[in-house]
């Protein structure tokens, strides 16, 4: 029976109001929380892909208005003005374990 790694890949927007927009691209797995370099959901989808995650699922997060959590804490590390971020969707990824 072939065994697999999960994780998830998160897009938030940082709130405009707080003067720093944009989209935000995390990914939860194994190995950690970690912000893609990319904000573009095709090259993350590639990056990943190349990395051997299958990609699924998407759904709505919700949008709320998040100002502390993990994702939030990351984005706020990279751009400092960021004062709230509003998560848009995420997707289920899965790979073959290593």
């Known amino acids: 029976m072939e065994k697999w790694e999960y994780g998830y890949m998160y897009i938030a927007r940082a709130d405009e109001t707080y003067g720093a927009a ?3 691209i995390a ?8 912000l893609l370099t990319t904000r573009n959901r095709l090259n ?3 990056f990943l892909g190349a990395e051997g995650w299958i990609i699924s699922d998407s ?4 949008g709320g208005l ?7 804490d990351l ?7 960021v004062g709230g ?6 997707y289920f990824m ?5």
């Open 59 to 62: 759904r709505d997060a919700g």
């Open 44 to 46: 993350a989808l590639n």
């Open 94 to 98: 899965r790979r073959p374990s290593t």
């Open 66 to 72: 998040f100002q502390s959590g993990w994702m939030y």
């Open 75 to 81: 984005i706020k590390q990279e751009n400092p003005k």
């Open 85 to 90: 971020i509003r998560l848009n969707s995420s």
């Open 22 to 24: 944009g989209e935000f």
């Open 27 to 34: 990914v939860a797995d194994a190995s950690g929380t970690r």
